[in-house]
């Protein structure tokens, strides 16, 4: 039976009742709203709503509820109620009959609905910031592994200058960095109870809000009740987090794809994260890493989908707004399964140093270093530029890379160019010189495993 029934002549038709429900996907919510309601209990009793005797049978009652879901919580979606506090509360009522008429006092599923969620995101929340800690702690150690790699950096997709494998590495374990304190920082903002906030204009019993807030482990109760029923912004938030995040992930797959690729070959992803082709028995395709990449819009689809909901939307809770759940309930797994996936595909890669290596030494990565060279000979860098230009156009009409040509080549360019040009070319000393903070030097590297290092241990 519907909550709400006593002012209406008929039911609601099929069509509509099937349009309306949110029990087939708030169900996922039962544990929050379970907890939500021994609170509410509680609140309830200190306000002597509840007798000291109703307040422990409806609690007995709610957490033997709470047992059976947690035994088959996919049964909850079946039971035909309107959404997952009709259902509560039905069931309730099933057990202890008339005493689970009274949970509701002061009470409206617009308080309710909005503390079940953020209970909902502030748990898988903190699922996702393991996960993120997980993933870079895999970088890290790839990171110490592949430590002597040389990688050829890349702009534009051309061969630009040469970088630690593990510089990139790190890149990818600042992204996350930023990510995980997105994610704590959203957290932070939705740490606030909005139960006891009625249907809009707060509740007619005297509640002690900041203390049903701390009963349910938030930081304090909301401060505005028709902020608090319609405010969504904690989903935006995250939603904006996790985007934001698989822009990264996706940043991640695309390089792995291209390193992984035949004309690359520069990385072999595992077996256990590639599949076949049906057809051709050669193939080994990077699906997971492409995988991460297209979920990717999923998640920026479900941001820009809630946004478009709530703009506009007059004060206070309005029934689009049981539209912010599905895109969340897909979103947030979907990002924790990119994580999860992106970490296996660190944890088996093998990286070819030697290939790296001589793509790194091929593409005149080390004009940059000669340009240098000039200027510590005492030309104006933008002088050496040119030199360096047509040193280049040299060597490509040779088919030889810049350290293999003679120094009478050089200095036909440039009379400045002396025998001592040749250890500047090499590779090692193109890393080593790259020694300023934030740089790809070897020394500079180490440290900034270091200190990533010293940051994720997890005490
Ligand atoms: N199922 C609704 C939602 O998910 C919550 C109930 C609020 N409904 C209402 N008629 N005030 O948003």
Known sequence: MALWG?????????????????????????EQDIIGSVAWAGALNRVNVLTDDEHQRLVAALYELLEEVQANPDSVALSGEEDIHSHVEAALINKVGDLGKKLHTGRSRNDQVATDFRLWCKQTASTIADALIAIKQSLLALAEREFGTVLPGYTHLQRAQPVLF???????????????SRLQDAVKRMDQC????????????AIDRELLAQDLGFAQATRNSLDAVSDRDFVVELLSTASISMLHLSRFAED??????????????????TSGSSLMPQKKNPDALELIRGKTGRVFGAMSAMMMTLKSLPLAYNKDMQEDKEGLFDALPTWLACLHM??????????????????AQ??????????????????PFREGHHIVGQLVQVAIGEGKNLEQLTLEQFQAVSSVIEEDVYPVLELDACLQARKALGGTSPQQVANAIKHAQQQHTIT
Not at 362 to 369: D, F, K, L, S, W
Request: glycine share 12%; charged share 20%.
């Open 194 to 205: 909005p139960l006891g906030s009625g249907a809009l204009a707060g509740t007619a019993y």
């Open 6 to 30: 006593g002012r209406f002549s008929s039911g609601p038709d099929e069509a509509f009742k099937q349009f309306n429900d949110s029990l087939p996907f708030d169900y996922v919510m039962a």
């Open 166 to 180: 593990s510089h990139w590495c790190m890149a990818y374990v600042e992204m996350l960095e930023r990510d995980a």
């Open 256 to 273: 792995l794809i291209f390193y992984n690729s035949g004309e690359a070959g520069f990385v072999e992803l595992a077996d256990n994260v």
């Open 342 to 359: 992106a970490q296996s595909c660190i944890n088996g890669i093998k990286v070819n140093g030697e290939r790296t290596r001589a793509a």
């Open 362 to 379: 091929g593409g005149h990565a080390n004009a940059t270093e000669l340009a240098d060279y000039l200027v510590a000979k005492g030309i």
